[in-house]
């Protein structure tokens, strides 16, 4: 969450129906004096869990606490359809199925040790990609192709959560419907080749401001393309931000954040479900897309239905 001010600020959701408040959760909260930015992880206690028993549309308000005015303000409603489903004897599975998690991917920098100025690409799928062996990136710029990257697929996200998974079993049947949040390091540098120089030999590393231009990415396995990435990158050796960042209901990113352009393709061989209607409804836990032709042209490309039953 961006625009905290202190360590002190604080973050807690409000899980409702119908505007009425079910429950309440705190969060945890780190801030970071940076970004100026609040994270952390919010979960309903053991006892509340037990008692919360609404299924269908469901609204979590996440709200921030300012320390300095002890003033609260909502900073989004996130929107889910919790679902019962009928187990085995007379139990009952619950959960959720977030189709529209799939909508957008981003392009994340990361400054720690571990990965110092990596460019980290994020999204989420419905297959198990980190299992996989050999994963590479092949890119283009301005048409001219580029050597081929290997890449390392794995849970290194801005996100604590990096799955979610909602199980219905039945004496006959098991569906397992499970979201995956994926983050690609890239191997690609950001930012100018002086910040880096002094902390790393420079001479192994690929950067992003030895190629400006217009990026097109596809992130291959075993010859399948899983994902394709579309991006322009600035003479700042960055990843511009997305059209969809600006103009009327943008989508807001903290500065090592990025929008990019994504395309699942169809026959990828890799994906369980996708819910086309879903992914053109609302771009990831319910929020709305842009009014910008950005959105429209995204929405008009995912692939058709597929996978794993609605049950």
Request: charged share 30%; glycine share 8%; aromatic share 10%.
């Amino acid at each position: 969450m961006i625009g905290a001010s202190s360590k002190s600020d604080r973050m807690r959701i409000e899980w409702k129906q119908g505007g009425k408040v079910l429950a309440t959760a705190d969060c945890t909260n780190n801030y970071d004096d940076v970004w100026k930015s609040l994270s952390g992880s919010c979960d309903l206690k053991t006892e509340v869990k037990a008692k919360v028993k609404a299924k269908g549309p469901i609204d979590v308000d996440l709200i921030y606490s300012d320390d300095k005015d002890d003033k609260d303000y909502l900073v989004a409603t996130l929107k889910l359809n919790v679902r019962q489903w009928k187990g085995i004897g007379k139990g009952v599975d619950w959960g959720y199925v977030p189709d529209d998690v799939l909508a957008l991917a981003f392009v994340r920098y990361e400054e720690g040790s571990a990965y110092f100025k990596e460019t980290l690409f994020e999204f989420w799928s419905t297959a198990d990609l980190n299992a996989e062996q050999g994963p590479t990136m092949r890119c283009s710029v301005n048409g001219k192709q580029l050597p081929d990257s290997d890449v390392k697929i794995g849970n290194k996200t801005g996100s604590d959560q990096t799955q979610i998974e909602s199980v219905s079993t039945t004496e006959k049947t098991r569906k397992a419907y499970r979201f995956n949040h994926f983050g690609v390091v890239s191997g690609f540098k950001f930012g100018r080749k002086q910040e880096f120089a002094d902390k790393r030999d420079a001479s192994k590393a690929r950067f992003l401001i030895d190629n400006p231009g217009k990026w097109e990415c596809n992130l291959r396995i075993k010859g399948k393309t899983v994902r394709q990435f579309s991006f322009v990158v600035n003479d700042k050796g960055r990843v511009e931000p997305s059209e969809m960042q600006s103009g009327k209901n943008p989508i807001k990113m903290p500065d090592n954040i990025t929008v990019i352009d994504m395309r699942i393709p169809k026959d990828n061989g890799y994906e369980k479900r996708i819910r086309p209607d879903a992914l053109k409804k609302s771009r990831g836990w319910g929020l709305p897309w842009p009014d910008h032709p950005k959105a429209k042209e995204a929405q008009g490309a995912f692939p058709p239905a597929m996978g794993t039953p609605d049950g």
